[in-house]
């Protein structure tokens, strides 16, 4: 057993195989009762030593169920987990010495509503043994318990900005400062870095007060600097919220702080917004988070970090069984039409540009790649051209490698959103459900060293560039450069940049996960 000293007592982890491992280690107290709502405190101290060598809780969430990609990336076989008292996180090193190794510190997807720190998907094992660094993984409140705006609502009886979720994900980088040192790791060279929500997160940091001077390297994976709910918007959920729990924001507040988690969730199920969009995200309070991300980095709140960032090629094809629940051309793009102008002519040239590269351009088809750019790929280059006009180095990738899943529908996944994240930890082949969701083989097993190198080298030097890899250099506009992380690798200069050039002076009225046009 490894026992390690913290700033708040004693912690007994677990020794495989030459690595120790710490599970369920507070970084902050259970934000419970009184304390729901309100922004993290620093955890109480203990006596003797604390046991940090079983999974802990997952914050509370809708209870997830079925297999593959599910089980891979959820709790799904033990909702008894999901607690309010979740803020805790998972320690992986290979020696709790003085070596100052480089921290990679990752933050769960799952849409702002769901996901968790601890489950087989990212496990730090493997990257801790490649690359001998620390890999931190963190829990933090999702949905209604860490983005929900209450403060206006209620008079500020309730003090919540929406931002909680961010305040948690700030309060464990500032454990990480204070403590990893103990645990073989460098406080002064911390890399943030996450998928989908995780990745949005990562943006959001990028432009959060709190969190500024915490990390020194970001990472934000198939989601950039531009998702997040402006504040008039995140003021009517809160209204729509109280409404479906047939509370009253100013005579109900004590009932609303009694009740039980889980009511809390089925409620805010039934929350609908006009046009849709996402219910749970940063939202722009115009103090911590001052303005949408990528406003912020564009004005300098992210100048000394160096970035990388990318998507898969196919994100929302994971999604497609969650889009308008039609094959008609013309209602696909009336959709496209609530959040960006010219809609027909962008159908048209995606449709066109696929027909030539032997593509699949049946309308649902054509829809989800554009749903990929505007979600995902577009954003992620304007954060690129956003640091480079402020010089700053960043490197994009792409993630080519297609998952065998086959959808309910019958649909293959290809290179959707998620499956990147079983080669950044080479946990493509941990189990069955990985394996039916990753892939596997000696091609996969390649790409997932390669994968591991591209994110190591750049938590350790700010430079993802490795064997493999060896011409990667920061994106600029003239060049565009981008590694592809597929089967082979390459760096490759304007990658599909007839399908970019389409994007180039569009109007787009809403953001990427936001509501469409005319919404709150």
Known sequence: MAIVHTSYGKLEGI?????????????????????RWCAPEPPESWSGVRDATEWGKQAWQGAASGTGA?????????????????????VFTPGNDDRKRPVLFWIHGGGFGGGTGATPAYSGKNVARHGDVVVVTVNYRVGVLGFLNLGEITGGRI????????????????????????????????????ESAGGMSVGALMAFGPAKGLFHRASPISGAGSCCIVQNRSIDIADRFFNALELSPKDDIDKLLAM???????????????????????????????DIPLECIRKGSADGISVLTGTTRDEWRLFICQNPATEDESELIAELGKHLDGPEELFAGYKDLRAKAGEDTSPIAVYAAIETARKMWWPCIQLCEAMGARGQDTYQYLF???????????????????????????????????????????????????????????????????????????YEPKNRTTAILGDPVEVVNAPFEEERALWDGRGQTALPLGPARGAA
Not at 74 to 88: G, I, P, Q, T
Not at 268 to 283: C, D, E, H, L, Q
């Open 70 to 90: 599910t089980s891979v990336f959820f709790l799904a076989e033990d909702n008894s987990k999901r607690n309010e008292d979740c803020l805790v996180l998972s």
């Open 15 to 35: 020794e495989d195989d030459g690595l120790h491992i710490f599970k369920d280690v507070p970084y902050a107290s259970p934000p419970v009762g009184d304390k």
């Open 260 to 290: 039980h988690p889980e009511e809390l969730m089925a409620s805010a199920g039934k929350v609908r917004t006009p046009n849709g969009g996402m219910i749970f995200s940063p939202v722009v309070d115009g103090t911590d988070l001052p």
């Open 400 to 474: 080519t490698w297609p998952s065998p899943y086959t959808m309910a529908n019958g649909k293959p996944l290809h290179m959707s959103h998620a499956v990147v994240c079983g080669y950044i930890f080479g946990n493509h082949d941990i189990n069955d459900d990985a394996r039916g969701f990753f892939g596997s083989g000696p091609a996969a097993d390649t790409l997932a060293g390669h994968t591991m190198n591209t994110w190591i080298n750049f938590a350790r030097t700010g430079n993802p560039q490795s064997n493999g890899l060896p011409n990667w250099t920061p």
């Open 159 to 194: 003090p919540s900005t929406g931002n909680e979720g961010l305040l948690d994900q700030t309060m464990a980088l500032q454990w990480v400062q204070d403590n990893i040192s103990a645990f073989g790791g460098d406080p002064d060279n911390v890399m943030i870095y996450g």
